[in-house]
């Protein structure tokens, strides 16, 4: 599995032996996407959670810029809002190596909730400007871990 997807880490916890493989699925190629997540509390806990897993590693701000956002879609603004709080979205990475020039290994959209759009999609619940807007951005999630 190239991906894994991760709702609310917010509230994750890991054991010893889950970190030590996290570390080696990561390391050997995979991405692990954190979705759906707010507030400085739950933002610690993701970060205390992959500290575990990979001690040596921090989380890197990053913007439109950066190659995951044009692996299909290109993506022009990160303006996806969250579906229903009133927070500014961002967007951080881990990089093989600590490298910010390096294969992402992991991605955390922070205070976002983009499954909720894809979840509820079909029922038009956020509107389709915001809804296609987040299917965009997990196409090329998908399309970046296949080819990186």
Do not use: C
């Not at 001690?55 to 990160?78: C, E, M, Q, R």
């Not at 976002?112 to 915001?130: K, M, T, V």
């Amino acid at each position: 599995n190239p991906i894994l997807y991760m709702s609310e880490p917010g509230f994750w916890t890991t054991t010893d032996n889950e970190a030590k493989n996290l570390r080696a699925y990561l390391l050997k190629g995979g991405l692990i996407i954190f979705d759906d997540f707010e507030g400085d509390r739950h933002w610690r806990n993701l970060v205390t959670q992959m500290r575990r897993a990979l001690p040596d590693h921090g989380f890197f701000p990053i913007d439109v810029t950066y190659p995951i956002f044009h692996s299909f879609f290109d993506i022009k603004a990160l303006d996806v809002p969250h579906p229903l709080i009133n927070v500014t979205p961002g967007y951080f990475a881990m990089f093989e190596d600590n490298d910010p020039a390096g294969r992402m290994i992991a991605l955390a959209n922070w205070n976002n909730d983009l499954g909720d759009y894809w979840e509820w999609s079909a029922e038009g619940l956020y509107g389709n400007d915001p809804t296609n807007d987040a299917y965009r951005l997990g196409v090329n999630y998908i399309v970046y871990a296949m080819t990186h």
